[in-house]
Structure formats: C-alpha cells, structure tokens
C-alpha cells in the first residue's frame, strides 16, 4: 500500500511553543523519509529527511522523530517562529519501476501566531 | 543556478482547449517528474522520466502526455483540458536513485485553472 497519512490538516501554534505534525506509512519497502517545506505561491523545498535505520535526526529547531515498529514518522518544530509559517509534507520514497519515487502525505497547513 | 524553472506560472483554458507546460532544469539531473497539487490530496505524480528519450506513468496519468527529448527538458502537455484539471503543477528533478538519499528539486509551479 503507497500511501502516507499525515495529521493534523492545519496546526496553530503561539510563537515559542512547538509543532507538531505526524504521518503514518503501511508500506515496508520505503527507505527515506523526507519533510519538505512549502511556501505561498513558492515549490516545496526539503527540510530535513530521515533513513530508517535511525530513530531520530535534528537540524537546529527541526526534528524528525521516526518509530519503524509503529510504521510512524514526526516533524517536531521547537520554538516556533512566524517564518515558520506554511505548508508541510511528509513524504516516504521508494525505488519502484525503474525510478525512485515519492509518496507524498496531504499536507499540513502551520500558522504562527506572534 | 536557476534550478528548476517552469513556464508559464499562469493560465486560464476553456474545456477542450490544449497546452504545453514547459520545466528546464540546469543540475544535469537524470530524473524529471511531474506532480499535481490539490487542496487536502498532497502531490500527486502525473508522470516521471528516468532519462532523456524515455518516460513513464505515475498515479494520476490520465488525461496529459509528456516528452523528454532533451535532458534538461520535460514537457507536460493537456490536449483536452477539463475542469478536473484545474491545479497546481509542480515539476522536479533528481539525481539517479541512491538509497537513503533522494531529494527531489522543485520548480515553482504553474497555476492552471480550466473553465
């Protein structure tokens, strides 16, 4: 089954507090999971990604938590700020048919308030 | 670098009408692909190219063709426009497969509504 399901589908934080933002995957063949962040009008970008032979990585106020066991994966944004504000993406890639491919989740829409 | 650049960043089609929507990417990269962008669906792959000359079927296929005669290029063309086309198209691309580390590239999308 290639499908990610990411929670929450909008997410408002205070400024300072943390974000949190989930997604689950069924599909044991996925072997990277990255998070891209999206900006109004702009292209995601990548944000920060994780293997799953790790259960966690952090880059600065952004942390990936990844629990292989529960198939589950997390964005955690510590002190949040208002440029925090946008839309993210899970995604869990797989090499299928000849290409890797990405498997993105629904997207979680994160507001800031200052 | 440019990057990932896509023409045109707009446009507004009637039912039936035709378009060409043009990516060029200036990384040398392998693999190009094309998504769709829906309010609450993520994105969603149309089709992909492993290399200049081939192309293949993502999950939402139908209804667009695509060609990649050139490296640097992946068009994504509509020849019967329909309102359930109406989205945001991104395009990407990537070097060749390395497991546990694929980021993909993106362009910044073309707005695309059919009346």
């Known amino acids: 089954q290639q499908q990610v399901k990411q929670s929450p589908q909008s997410l408002i934080v205070q400024k300072g507090g943390i974000s949190i933002i989930n997604c689950a995957y069924e599909?044991?063949?996925?072997?990277?999971f990255p998070w891209y962040q999206q900006f109004p009008g702009k292209g995601p970008a990548l944000l920060i990604a994780i293997r799953p032979d790790v259960s966690e990585k952090k880059e600065g106020r952004f942390t990936i938590s990844f629990n292989k066991s529960a198939k589950q994966f997390s964005l955690h944004i510590m002190d949040s700020q208002p440029g925090d504000s946008a839309t993210y993406f899970c995604a869990a890639s797989i090499f299928f048919q000849g290409a890797q491919k990405l498997v993105f989740g629904q997207g979680t829409r994160l507001t800031i308030n200052p | 670098n440019a990057g990932v650049t896509q023409t045109p960043k707009f446009r507004v089609l009637k039912t039936g009408q035709s378009m060409t929507l043009l990516c060029a990417q200036d990384m040398n990269h392998e693999y190009m692909y094309w998504y769709r962008q829906d309010p609450g669906m993520g994105l969603r792959l149309i089709h992909y190219?492993?290399?200049?000359?081939?192309?293949a079927k993502g999950e939402v296929p139908d209804g667009y063709n695509v060609s990649r005669l050139k490296k640097q290029n992946f068009l994504l063309g509509l020849e019967s426009a329909a309102p359930s086309q109406t989205s945001v198209y991104f395009c990407?691309?990537?070097?060749?497969?390395?497991?546990?580390?694929?980021?993909?590239?993106f362009g910044p999308g073309t707005r695309l509504t059919v009346l």
């Open positions: 190219s492993v290399g200049e000359g081939t192309t």
């Open positions: 990407a691309s990537s070097p060749p497969w390395k497991r546990g580390d694929n980021e993909q590239f």
């Open positions: 599909n044991t063949a996925f072997d990277y």
